[in-house]
Structures are given as C-alpha cells and as structure tokens.
C-alpha cells in the first residue's frame, strides 16, 4: 500500500507584508524562496494532515484549512475568499446538531503530525 500524501497548511507573508492561508504537499517550495531565505517574506507552518477522507464527512485538508482560517482570520489578508466555507456550510447542513467548529478541532487533535 502506498504511503498517504500529507499537505502542510501554513501562512505566508509575502514583500509586501500581505498574509495568505495555503496548503501544499512540499512545503520547501515556500521555505527555500529567496525572500524567506533574506528575511523578507516568512513561512508558519500550523498544521501537518494526511491527503484522506473521513469517513461521513469528505476530505479532511478543506476542513483544515478552514478550521485555520477561523483560527487565523484577525492575521491574514482578505482577499475575497474564505477557504473551505463551502465544505463547512455543507457540513453545517448535514450535521445541524452538531458543533463543526468543535468536530473539526477533534479532527485536527487526531491527523496534525501524523507524518
């Protein structure tokens, strides 16, 4: 069986000091930027999720990164999207008893750093 991909979900400030939420599966493609390298862009990583479903739900990264916007959203940028808010907003509406905010910080506790 093949190993499971894992997505770093990280924040990247670039030059011009704008804070951005992302996701990738090789995250030395931001760090080893020369900005990063001169101080003058930066890279926080926040969370480290294998590439899968979960089982009732869907994918585990979207939820994840919307779990991180939440997290994060007095820190970075607008810019015209919330990432994963049509996953949240379809969960919201399958599960209305359920508190998602709070099932997507149990799936955080269980798959952050499981590489």
Known sequence: MAQQPYITIF??????????LK????????????????DKETVEEY???PDIEV???GRLVP?????WWTELKDEIDPNGKVVG???????????PD??????????????????
């Open 85 to 95: 808010a049509n996953f949240f907003k379809r969960d919201k509406k399958k599960f």
């Open 55 to 57: 089982e009732g739900m």
């Open 23 to 38: 996701s990738t599966g090789d995250v030395t493609k931001f760090t080893n930027r020369k900005g990063v390298r001169d």
């Open 47 to 49: 969370g480290v999720y």
């Open 98 to 115: 359920i508190d998602i905010l709070g099932r997507y910080e149990e799936l955080h506790a269980k798959f952050d750093g499981e590489e």
């Open 63 to 67: 939820r994840m990164m919307y779990y």
């Open 11 to 20: 924040t990247f400030t670039n030059r011009k000091g704008e804070t951005r």
